[in-house]
């Protein structure tokens, strides 16, 4: 319980120090240097046993979002000749890995354009896309998928994640996370986007556990110092408050949280890092997993069974992780 109350009272105060003055400004090149490296020298470790187990490329081309589905895995894929995070060409297409092998699950052609986060639930696939989510029958994938429809100027719909009937979507450029009810499943379209939390700084990569959100900040433009990792306590509270996680400012993509390890992991697709909090510390104590900067560009990656599949958009190739379990 002591342990409790005082991270509790850590939040509060980074919760007072962010409200000061969320807004002053971009920071400048060298003083972005000099916090990067102060952060790196004061929590940055390795932790000496993380190895990626396999890596797949083969029909991968420009990987951007992951989500269990079952029994195997689905990425999404840009596709193009060219790396084009809104790009309307129709090229995009999702993958599966199932059983160690990648084959084709949706293929170009079925209405994707540069599709990113993903989320599944009652046998349906909601895909973050370009302006939209498209939603697809995993029952009937030849169908025409459904199309949840943004406002003209929130581009790039970044990530999804469910809580019970309500589906969260982040979007980037327009600084805001959107939330709708899904009550059937074969009407999505009547469903219609209501801001749910409009505080966010490039909101990119989100996931949910129970009534706690984890939130990675991507910059829109230049890198502030609110390019972030963040915290919802309680999504159903009217105004929900944001706690800070990451004292350094960072390109963060993807996010996953481990509820029985009370990790938390995420990338940095600037500076090609897997990284973790351990939510037991009253410090949440950060780590850099993969200093060797082995990866290009590491985004939205997916914690199943015991292993973290992370994608890696510049290099398309998937990396796949298994947790080392502590001693």
């Known amino acids: 319980?002591?342990?409790?109350?005082?991270?509790?009272?850590?939040?509060?105060?980074?919760?007072?120090?962010?409200?000061?003055?969320?807004?002053?400004?971009?920071?400048?090149?060298?003083?972005?240097?000099?916090?990067?490296?102060?952060?790196?020298?004061?929590?940055?470790?390795?932790?000496?046993?993380?190895?990626?187990?396999?890596?797949y490329q083969t029909g991968l081309q420009y990987c951007y979002g992951t989500v269990w589905a079952g029994d195997r895995l689905l990425i999404s894929n840009y596709g193009g000749e060219t790396l084009d995070p809104l790009g309307i060409s129709g090229n995009g297409f999702i993958m599966q890995l199932k059983d160690g092998v990648l084959s084709e699950y949706i293929p170009k052609g079925m209405g994707l354009n540069s599709p990113k986060g993903m989320a599944v639930k009652d046998d349906y696939l909601y895909v973050a896309d370009v302006n939209c989510i498209l939603v697809f029958n995993m029952k009937d994938l030849k169908a025409k998928p459904q199309v949840i429809a943004f406002p003209e100027n929130n581009l790039f719909v970044s990530d999804l994640a469910f809580r019970d009937n309500f589906l969260y979507a982040s979007v980037r450029d327009a600084g805001l996370i959107y939330f709708m009810e899904i009550t059937d499943p074969t009407k999505i379209s009547q469903s219609t986007p209501d801001i749910g939390i409009p505080t966010v700084s490039g909101p990119n990569g989100i996931t949910i556990?129970?009534?706690?959100?984890?939130?990675?900040?991507?910059?829109?433009?230049?890198?502030?110092?609110?390019?972030?990792?963040?915290?919802?306590?309680?999504?159903?509270?009217?105004?929900?408050?944001?706690?800070?996680?990451?004292?350094?400012?960072?390109?963060?993509?993807?996010?996953?949280?481990?509820?029985?390890?009370?990790?938390?992991?995420?990338?940095?697709?600037?500076?090609?890092?897997?990284?973790?909090?351990?939510?037991?510390?009253?410090?949440?104590?950060?780590?850099?997993?993969?200093?060797?900067?082995?990866?290009?560009?590491?985004?939205?990656?997916?914690?199943?069974?015991?292993?973290?599949?992370?994608?890696?958009?510049?290099?398309?190739?998937?990396?796949?992780?298994?947790?080392?379990?502590?001693?």
């Open 1 to 55: 319980m002591r342990k409790i109350v005082a991270f509790l009272i850590v939040l509060s105060f980074l919760a007072a120090c962010k409200g000061k003055k969320a807004n002053e400004g971009v920071m400048s090149e060298q003083k972005l240097d000099e916090i990067n490296t102060k952060a790196e020298m004061d929590y940055a470790k390795l932790s000496g046993t993380w190895k990626w187990d396999s890596v």
């Open 209 to 327: 556990y129970k009534d706690t959100m984890f939130i990675c900040s991507y910059p829109v433009a230049e890198i502030g110092k609110d390019n972030s990792i963040y915290m919802v306590n309680n999504l159903l509270d009217l105004n929900p408050m944001l706690y800070k996680l990451e004292s350094l400012p960072g390109y963060y993509c993807g996010i996953q949280y481990d509820p029985v390890s009370r990790m938390v992991y995420y990338t940095d697709g600037i500076n090609g890092q897997l990284r973790s909090i351990d939510m037991n510390e009253q410090t949440n104590n950060n780590q850099l997993l993969l200093p060797e900067k082995v990866l290009l560009s590491p985004q939205m990656l997916t914690l199943a069974n015991g292993k973290l599949y992370v994608p890696d958009v510049d290099a398309s190739k998937l990396y796949v992780f298994t947790i080392p379990v502590k001693k």
